[in-house]
């Protein structure tokens, strides 16, 4: 119930639609380009989990190897920087106050997936 509960205020006032829409932008851009489908793929991937994080992580899929590596690194010129970026800035700014503590915490764990989504999973939490 607690997890639920923080998602929808994640979703009010923890900026969660405002990310989720920059993975969209990320990935509309990377269907358009057609080479970067995966990468969209991944970007949408990462836009569901900005809506609804509490509750959930990323592992590593057991299957992913250089190839997922490789195109991480392109990922990070791409859109990687400034998608990790948005997190990081919003963080912070949630920090400042006490009850935006835990949203603040939540766009920090999110910045490693901006980073490297390929060859990640999100999986619902124990």
Request: glycine fraction near 12%.
């Amino acid at each position: 119930m607690i997890r639920f509960v923080l998602n929808v205020l994640w979703l009010i006032f923890g900026g969660g639609l405002v990310l989720a829409a920059g993975y969209g932008i990320a990935a509309l851009i990377c269907f358009a380009l057609i080479i970067t489908i995966p990468f969209g793929v991944a970007s949408l991937r990462l836009a569901v989990y900005s809506l609804w994080p509490f509750g959930r992580t990323l592992t590593a899929k057991p299957g992913a190897g250089l190839a997922s590596g490789s195109a991480n690194v392109l990922w990070v010129v791409l859109a990687g920087w400034w998608l990790a970026l948005s997190h990081i800035v919003a963080g912070v700014t949630l920090c400042v106050t006490i009850i935006g503590i835990p949203f603040g915490i939540a766009n920090f764990k999110l910045v490693p997936a901006a980073f490297w989504p390929l060859g990640r999973e999100v999986v619902d939490a124990p």
